[in-house]
């Protein structure tokens, strides 16, 4: 029988009335090669830093040439995802896997060159590993946002990091150190503010979550 005016029109398959679910992006989209890119990288990085021994000049700035397209690429996936809504479960977990390991590559290289303190080193890598568990812990829940503070602390990390890999002397050497020391307190300081965040999404999620429970009469 032929459907009048007004008539329902049939809903799409699987719950009766349910909008179709929007699709992930695929594997392949540009923001997810970026970070594969960054991550084929990090021996390709390593490889540069310790050649001829680790102290060549010319072969440090080759290794920091690697490190900075690294880190470019870290700043163009994560953008290119938000704004073309490239955002897949890959991309959630090998976006920061990715940026941890460029950074930590290089900061264990050079304390192993003798170029960074071991306690630099250590306080970063903390810092980075504990927010990276802590994301992963809340995540879910909801994503923790990268902050203005975080953006810093990672611009400045990747300027003093890159300062270090090449060989400066003089008035350069002691700028990379100050630079260094700002990033060291951005890293403490947004570590911090990331645990306030982490904790609080967690709480209203499971809030959230105990809410729905009881209104499903579970």
């Known amino acids: 029988m032929t459907k009048g005016p007004g008539a329902p029109t049939a809903a799409p398959p699987g719950r009766p009335g349910a909008a179709p679910s929007p699709q992930q992006p695929g594997l392949w989209n540009i923001a997810n090669v970026l970070t594969m890119i960054r991550l084929l ?23 920091w040439a690697s490190f900075a397209i690294a880190m470019i690429t870290d700043v163009f996936d994560g953008e ?7 955002i897949t479960d890959f991309g959630k977990i090998a976006d920061p ?9 290089a900061l264990i290289g050079l ?3 003798g170029d960074l ?19 992963f812990w809340v995540i879910r829940y909801a994503v923790i946002p990268a902050s203005r503070g975080g953006k810093l602390k990672t ?10 890999v090449l060989v400066l002397t003089g008035p350069l ?11 060291v307190l951005l890293t403490v300081a947004t570590g ?12 209203e999620g499971l809030a959230e979550q105990r809410a729905a429970e009881k209104a499903a009469g579970r």
């Open 41 to 63: 990288l990090v021996p390709v990085f390593v490889l540069l830093l310790f050649a001829d021994g680790g102290h060549d000049p010319k072969w440090r700035s080759v290794a």
């Open 80 to 86: 290119l995802a938000r704004r073309k809504g490239l």
């Open 97 to 105: 896997i990715a940026d941890k390991a460029i950074m930590g590559a």
């Open 111 to 113: 304390s192993i060159l």
């Open 117 to 135: 303190p071991w306690w630099i080193t250590a306080v970063i890598l903390a810092r980075e590993l504990g927010i990276t568990l802590m994301r």
């Open 155 to 164: 611009l400045t990390q990747g300027i003093a990091v890159g300062m270090y």
């Open 173 to 183: 050497a002691t700028a990379r150190a100050v630079v260094m020391g700002a990033a």
């Open 192 to 203: 911090l503010d990331y645990v306030g965040q982490a904790v609080r999404l967690r709480r």
